[in-house]
């Protein structure tokens, strides 16, 4: 039976100056999907992904890549996955093209049914790069070489693509086309994506996510489970204002406010609103139930870290 992860971590651990980074880490990522990495600046999720790709030691533990341990296979994963770092390895000098084809070249032994320039020719067609393709790197804003920056992590094919914080500094709209770019890429082509940030709100676009805190594994879901464990939620009663109907939501000790045509119920998790609309559907009647945020998620999950070490 074929495996369906094609990511293996397990019991990863890496100390710098006596400082552990990784505290025996492990997770796995399914093929085909979007694995979130989310944590602050610090948290382990570079750290990890220099293990994976072999450009930094560990100190214990196994990285299976495709089912090619790390160990033995060094050659053959890299020629399995693809890298777009934080900062930029390209040449600012070089035309876009130029760029593409340095790293294209790289790849002829490997990749035998296509020359360098139809490697090229591909990637600058499906990012659409074709009116910046003789520009040089360096004049290109910042989302445009961002997606010159994925094309160079895809232009050998890879079946796994890792992206180290690959938004970070750019404006709302350029974010937007990154990932609109990644999404088409991701079905076209069925790519798994390993993504890390610490931007919370990408981590909707996950199929699947971790959290990351001072090199530990502190919480894992979709970022449906996730909301539903950890953030907060709310239940909109729309409703003119009663005092029958204020005293029924004060005896049952619940956190609410009125405003604007409606009552608005807190709960600490999406999980507490639920039982709360369920068991007093008649009741409610014209209700919405809301959850809370990924960024609620992260700072419920990190206050109880902080709570417990208290």
């Known amino acids: 039976m074929e495996n369906e992860y094609i990511v293996e971590v397990n019991h990863l651990t890496k100390t710098f100056k006596r400082k552990k980074a990784l505290n025996d880490l492990s997770f796995k990522v399914k093929k085909g999907e979007l694995y979130g990495f989310l944590g602050l600046n610090g948290a382990g999720k570079t750290t990890t992904l220099n293990i994976i790709l072999g450009l930094l030691t560990k100190d214990s533990g196994t990285v299976i890549i495709d089912g090619l341990s790390d160990d033995k296979n060094s050659q053959n994963i890299r020629n399995k996955i ?36 139809q490697l090229v020719d591909d990637v600058v067609r499906e990012f659409k790069l074709e009116e910046i393709v003789n520009q040089s790197y360096g004049s290109l804003s910042g989302g445009q070489r961002r997606r010159v920056d994925i094309a160079r992590a895809l232009v050998h094919r890879p079946e796994i693509l890792f992206l180290d914080e690959p938004t970070t500094g750019l ?44 090199g530990q594994k502190i919480a894992e879901g979709t970022p449906a489970e996730l909301k539903n464990k950890f953030a907060s939620a ?23 406010v009125y405003d604007v045509n409606k009552y608005i119920v807190k709960f600490y998790t999406y999980e507490d609103a639920k039982k709360f609309v369920f068991e007093n559907e008649e009741i409610l009647k014209d209700f919405e139930l809301i959850k809370g945020t990924m960024d609620e998620v992260f700072l419920n999950v990190t206050e109880d870290i902080k709570e417990a070490q208290k």
Request: aromatic residues 8%; glycine residues 0%.
């Open 234 to 256: 709310r239940v909109n009663i729309n409703s003119a204002k009663d005092a029958k109907f204020s005293q029924w939501l004060s005896d049952k000790q619940l956190n609410f």
């Open 171 to 214: 404006d709302p709209q350029s974010r937007k086309l990154v990932w609109d770019t990644l999404d088409k890429i991701q079905k076209d082509h069925k790519l798994t994506i390993v993504l890390t940030t610490h931007y919370m709100e990408e981590a909707n676009n996950c199929n699947y996510a971790i959290i990351l805190n001072k």
């Open 82 to 117: 693809g890298i777009v770092f934080q900062q930029s390895i390209l040449d600012d000098l070089l035309s876009v093209k130029e760029n593409l084809m340095s790293r294209a070249a790289m790849y002829h032994h490997y990749i035998k049914d296509k020359t360098t320039k």
